[in-house]
């Protein structure tokens, strides 16, 4: 479990943030659940990890709602998202990361 946070000399929250991960033993992460909202970044969700990270399940920082799945290279394969205006999206990326097809409800509100 990691948490920590500062302010600078003005007051404003520069760091802030915590993680609670589980690791495989003798080896790296393999669930992690992490918070941060500071002024750098901002984001919360779960993580699961085989080497590479596989899974996101959370918030980023645009505020969309978001699960993406990764192959074994740790590469974006399927991203289903809910923007902060509340449009949701679902998307399929070829290897290169480049989008190979998408579905878009015809009205997404």
């Known amino acids: ?3 920590g946070g500062r302010r600078n000399a003005k007051g404003e929250v520069v760091d802030s943030g915590g993680s609670l991960s589980f690791d ?3 080896a790296d992460q393999i669930v992690q659940l992490a918070g941060v909202d500071d002024k750098e970044d901002r984001f919360a969700g779960l993580i699961v990890s085989d080497n590479n990270r596989r899974i996101w399940v959370g918030r980023g920082e645009d505020g969309a709602a978001t699960v993406s799945l990764m192959d074994a290279n740790g590469k974006k394969r399927i991203v289903m998202e809910v923007s902060a205006d509340g449009a ?8 290169d990361g480049r989008v190979v097809n998408q579905v878009l409800p015809s009205n997404s509100r």
Request: positive net charge.
């Open 88 to 95: 949701p999206s679902l998307s399929f990326l070829g290897a």
């Open 1 to 3: 479990m990691i948490l």
């Open 24 to 26: 495989k033993y003798g």
